[in-house]
């Protein structure tokens, strides 16, 4: 069983940075194949917004936050980070993370690639 919890979310004018972090605990980190990050906001369908593998330390993201947002890990601490810049109101969301602890063969940005959720952080972008 895996625990992820978010933490970082906050309100923030356009424009501005948040870090977003993601603590995972009850499976040993360096097992994870990928964790990721997706959004939802009011009325809309989750979306992915970014993702890490373990191997090779690849990095995915939408063409939305590219440029803007960065994804990190940190094995010491078995946390991964989402460092927002130059925030937009359209940035506006709960923000989840998410772990993939089993093989998969779907994208990477699928939601169904993922065994285990957080209950998810609000970031709210003021225009």
């Known amino acids: 069983q895996v625990q992820l919890v978010e933490s970082g979310g906050g309100l923030v004018q356009a424009g501005g940075s948040l870090r977003l972090s993601c603590a995972a605990s009850?499976?040993?980190?360096?097992?994870?194949?990928?964790m990721g990050w997706f959004r939802q906001a009011p009325g809309k369908e989750r979306e992915f917004v970014t993702a890490?593998?373990?191997?090779?330390?690849?990095?995915y993201y939408a063409d939305s936050v590219k440029g803007r947002f960065t994804i990190s890990r940190d094995n010491a601490k078995n946390t991964v980070y989402l460092q927002m810049n130059n925030l937009k109101a359209e940035d506006t969301a709960i923000y989840y993370c998410?772990?993939?602890?089993?093989?998969?063969?779907?994208?990477?940005?699928?939601?169904?690639?993922?065994?285990?959720w957080g209950q998810g952080t609000q970031v709210t972008v003021s225009s």
């Open positions: 998410a772990a993939q602890v089993t093989y998969s063969i779907l994208p990477i940005a699928s939601p169904g690639k993922y065994d285990y």
């Open positions: 009850g499976r040993t980190f360096s097992s994870y194949y990928s």
């Open positions: 890490i593998r373990w191997s090779g330390e690849s990095t």
